[in-house]
């Protein structure tokens, strides 16, 4: 074979190797392709209906909240002021706490209790106030405070609500720390002042928060009352 047509021969051979080459790339490519569009679409997650948070199920929850923070707060309220502390008495020649003693009191009365507990006393005395006597009024103002903060508007209405067992809490927890004083050192007539007033305050703001939380609870019972009254009339019941 001439030169000439060798050198054709192996041009042509090698433009079919080509050829071939870039048929065989195309034809990966459109595999590839074929492949990706032929993937299943992603499965949307199903969603769980019961466990999404409406209005009312928060509402729900809140009122179970409700309901054993009031029982564990009348617990404390029994155990606090109606049994330890008037067994307190037993431990002091039947004199009543400072506690109790809504109208007050004055130094003739301190001087005998000093006179009339021991140390041991002072020490149980000074026990309750760090106990029941911390638990009841954060109880009771906390949930006072859910109560209104479920069934009241936001607005000032409900932060004046709010304001009443806040200073109830703060009142009563420093009264106690007031009472205590009074059984170290020397009597202080001011002192027994201070701790009479915070007293005396202590049990208006108290009143005022039972207030508060039964009138709140009686409206949200009127209400619910009359709306499941007007439902079974329209027979949505």
């Known amino acids: 074979m001439s030169p000439s047509l060798r050198r054709r021969s192996d041009a042509l051979a090698g433009s079919r190797t080509r050829t071939g080459i870039i048929r065989s790339m195309a034809k990966s490519r459109k595999t590839k392709k ?7 679409a992603p499965v949307a997650p199903v969603v769980n209906d019961s466990t999404e948070r ?5 509402q729900s929850n809140g009122n179970i909240i409700l309901v054993a923070g009031i029982g564990a707060a009348i617990m404390l309220f029994w155990y606090y002021h109606l049994l330890t502390l008037n067994q307190m008495t037993d431990l002091s020649n039947g004199l009543m706490m400072p506690d109790q003693m809504i109208g007050g009191y004055g130094v003739e009365h301190i001087e ?11 020490g149980q005395l000074n026990y309750l106030h760090k106990t029941a006597g911390l638990l009841f009024p954060l109880f009771l103002s906390l949930i006072t405070m859910l109560a209104v903060n479920l069934n009241t508007a936001r607005g000032a209405i409900r932060w004046a609500l709010w304001s009443v067992p806040m200073i109830f809490a703060v009142t009563d927890l420093w009264e106690n720390r007031a009472i205590d004083a009074l059984f170290t050192g020397v009597l202080d007539p001011a002192a027994v002042q201070l ?3 915070l007293t005396t305050v202590r049990w208006i703001f108290l009143f005022a928060t039972l207030a508060i939380l039964i009138g709140v609870l009686i409206a949200t019972f009127v209400k619910t009352f009359r709306q499941k009254w007007d439902d079974s009339k329209q027979g949505l019941l």
């Open 34 to 40: 074929s492949k990706q569009y032929n993937r299943p």
């Open 54 to 58: 409406t209005p009312e199920k928060a």
């Open 112 to 122: 005998a209790l000093r006179a009339g507990m021991d140390e041991n006393a002072v």
């Open 195 to 197: 701790a009479s007033t």
